[in-house]
């Protein structure tokens, strides 16, 4: 904090100072008149909410689906699903970028688009977020969900009507992980949006600021 105040220079103060000698607010104009911050701000609250709007969603849906429906080779699924958590996630970068180039119009696709990044966010955290949603669904009575049935409701009024609301305590966790998960994410949003400065994140913002002698603290 001490640093951004002190004039910009290659070198840090010698030696150190715990109180700037004259404050100089030429870091803190340079930030909010000669970059992009305000833009990169509202791209991030933008993606983080889409991202965990949609990860709930989605996941809440296939959690529901492994835990109470049964249907042909859940349980093989279900384990695909868990191998994939044992991947490392920058292992799958490559071939996600080239989905997401070949998904949309043009040459380039989703690549350097805010959808294409809630895209990646959502669907590489499908299989963890099941996997975390899966056993508290498992676990509601099912005496509830046959309540529904006889009184002619189907799955679609199970999920939403009852099962949603006793969930929410599993589903709130999930949602502020993601929030936080999404808002600092750096390696995905740098190689998926990579240069195109109206798209940035604020993580990748930051990180620009950062030159390769010097920073601008």
């Known amino acids: ?17 715990i109180l ?16 992009n911050l305000p833009q990169a701000a509202w791209n991030s609250v933008l993606i983080t909410l889409c991202t965990a709007f949609f990860t709930v969603l989605v996941s809440s849906l296939s959690a529901y689906g492994f835990a109470r429906i049964d249907f042909f080779g859940k349980e093989v699924l279900f384990k695909i699903y868990l191998a994939t958590l044992m991947l490392p996630g920058f292992l799958g970068i490559i071939p996600q970028f080239l989905v ?24 590489t955290g499908v299989c963890g977020n099941t996997f975390f949603l899966r056993g ?3 676990a509601l009575p099912k ?3 046959e309540a529904v049935l006889i009184d002619g409701g189907g799955h679609f009024t199970t999920f939403f009507k009852v099962m949603l609301p006793l969930a929410l305590p599993s589903i709130s966790t999930l949602a502020i992980f993601c929030l936080q998960g999404t808002w600092e994410e750096f390696f995905s949003a740098k190689v998926i949006l990579g240069g195109v400065q109206n798209n ?17 603290w």
Do not use: C, D
């Not at 913002?205 to 601008?216: E, N, V």
């Open 1 to 17: 904090v001490s640093n951004s105040f002190e004039e910009f220079s290659y070198v840090l103060p010698t030696p150190p100072r």
């Open 20 to 35: 700037p000698s004259r404050i100089n607010f030429a870091a803190y104009e340079h930030v909010f008149t000669q970059s």
């Open 100 to 123: 997401l180039q070949w998904i949309g119009p043009g040459e380039s696709g989703l690549i350097g688009t805010k959808a294409g990044l809630i895209l990646l966010y959502v669907g």
């Open 136 to 138: 508290h669904m498992a």
């Open 143 to 145: 005496e509830l969900e």
């Open 200 to 216: 940035i994140t604020l993580p990748v913002m930051i990180q620009s600021l950062k030159g390769a002698h010097s920073t601008r």
